[in-house]
């Protein structure tokens, strides 16, 4: 796979070096020539210098034939700019990010990034999960973390127990998938009522797993 890889301090050129590692060609977009040397002396593959966010430079670097394109400076803008000329002017069918501002991602997703990636967001998240571990356990991560498929087991001396469905104040980004109770499964409707030492499997948005929790009592 032909990938684009713009910037080439520390993420970028691991990036690229991880690349090459899995057999795919990466071809790095840098400014500053001190950089292009290294990446160049270094991983041996072809390095472009120049503005990786200009049509022109895109083009030198083969483009139009890539497959997909990484930006990884430490400028949201240039990174955007040239994940969207690469899309509009050479049609590279997937285009990544890295995302600097945490406030800058969903801007990214709308203005037509396929991947906005934030190592901020990232770990405010993986942090969340750890602290909530004891309680909701992850099972599945789906659509790069935005969601996860978990299971939690109602205590036995859960507050919860004998509620409906219906009556519970679950977050919006929450939907009970089945229940296991004494090795039956049960798919949980509006009337069914929760008991102690239910095994539910919860779909759940990675922003609203404490929200779950506090909405089913397993709060410390």
Not at 121 to 136: F, G, K, N, Q, Y
Request: aromatic content about 2%; proline content about 4%.
């Amino acid at each position: 796979m032909k990938v684009i890889v713009v910037g080439a301090g520390k993420v970028g050129f691991y990036l690229a070096k991880t690349l090459l590692e899995h057999d795919h060609t990466p071809i790095v977009i840098e400014e500053k020539p001190a950089l292009c040397r290294r990446a160049a002396d270094q991983l041996g593959i072809t390095v472009i210098q120049g503005d990786g966010s200009s049509a022109e430079v895109l083009g030198a670097a083969g483009a139009q034939d890539a497959d997909a394109i990484v930006t990884a400076t430490g400028a949201d803008q240039t990174n955007l700019v040239a994940c969207q000329t690469a899309r509009r002017i050479f049609g590279v069918k997937r285009t990544l990010s890295r995302v600097n501002n945490p406030g800058n991602l969903s801007v990214m997703r709308q203005l037509g990034v396929d991947t906005p990636v934030s190592s901020t967001d990232i770990l405010a998240r993986t942090l969340e999960r750890e602290v909530d571990a004891s309680a909701i356990q992850s099972l599945l991560s789906l659509n790069r973390g935005e969601a996860t498929i978990s299971q939690f087991i109602l205590p036995e001396d859960s507050p919860m127990a004998g509620t409906a469905i219906r009556d519970l104040r679950l977050p919006d980004e929450c939907v009970l998938i089945s229940i296991t109770r004494h090795g039956e499964l049960i798919i949980p409707r509006g009337p069914t009522q929760l008991q102690a030492g239910d095994k539910v499997l919860v779909l759940v948005g990675a922003s609203a797993t404490h929200q779950l929790k506090e909405a089913l009592g397993l709060a410390r």
